[in-house]
T-cell receptor, first 116, second 113 residues
Framework: DSGVTQTPKHLITATGQRVTLRCSPR?????VYWYQQSLDQGLQFLIQ???????AKGNILERFSAQQFPDLHSELNLSSLELGDSALYFC???????????????FGPGTRLTVL | AQKVTQAQTEISVVEKEDVTLDCVYE???????LFWYKQPPSGELVFLIR????DEQNEISGRYSWNFQKSTSSFNFTITASQVVDSAVYFC??????????WGAGTKLIIKP
């Protein structure tokens, strides 16, 4: 158990709908990352938040948005869903990096999204 | 461009055999980090190792060992005396200068009893 929690575990919805995925980082971790894992694209970095602020953006679609709240939990919002958005969505967290070092990311169990 | 290549899509060996998973990376950064993660059938991603670009020492952890060679831009992973529980997809990843993880496509490892 990595200490990162994600809800829900599974989500089935229809095209055109909007869903929200939730992530709670490990206690004390300030950074939250979102990744998408699909069969055709593999693992892709979507977005990173650090202590409530957006830090880095990857291959995140405009239909997707995220935020990190004052209690450090994060939500990933996916709207106007398409069949191709079906994937496993991971959240990861890491502590504040030490000077000159980088801490590994610890991953949650993922949310499997199925768009029908 | 930053890139991670895991050329082996799938490897199948019999239990107790040694197996090496290859990882080749490309980066323009002089400081970078490399990682290996394991994804068992249950789906979670499990951190195995982190290596920074200034530390070329090989590492051994039980049956697992890693060989980092900057000269060939490779960070290979060897499992000695493989076990059925090692069956999983293994990912190599590179942390770029924007602190984004660039992932390889993964190698599916099948250990047959």
């Amino acid at each position: 158990d990595s200490g990162v929690t994600q809800t829900p575990k599974h989500l089935i919805t229809a095209t055109g709908q909007r869903v929200t995925l939730r992530c709670s980082p490990r206690s004390g971790d300030l950074s939250v990352y979102w990744y998408q894992q699909s069969l055709d694209q593999g693992l892709q970095f979507l977005i990173q938040y650090y202590n409530g602020e957006e830090r880095a953006k990857g291959n995140i679609l405009e239909r997707f948005s995220a935020q990190q709240f004052p209690d450090l939990h994060s939500e990933l919002n996916l709207s106007s869903l398409e069949l191709g958005d079906s994937a496993l969505y991971f959240c990861a967290s890491s502590p504040r990096p030490l000077a000159g070092l980088y801490n590994e990311q610890f991953f949650g169990p993922g949310t499997r999204l199925t768009v029908l | 461009a930053q890139k991670v290549t895991q050329a082996q899509t799938e490897i199948s060996v019999v239990e107790k055999e040694d197996v090496t998973l290859d990882c080749v990376y490309e980066t323009r950064d002089t400081t970078y980090y490399l990682f290996w993660y394991k994804q068992p059938p249950s789906g979670e991603l499990v951190f195995l190792i982190r290596r920074n670009s200034f530390d070329e020492q090989n590492e051994i952890s039980g049956r697992y060992s890693w060989n980092f060679q900057k000269s060939t831009s490779s960070f290979n992973f060897t499992i000695t005396a493989s076990q059925v529980v090692d069956s999983a997809v293994y990912f190599c990843a590179l942390l770029d200068s924007n602190y984004q993880l660039i992932w390889g496509a993964g190698t599916k490892l099948i250990i047959k009893p």
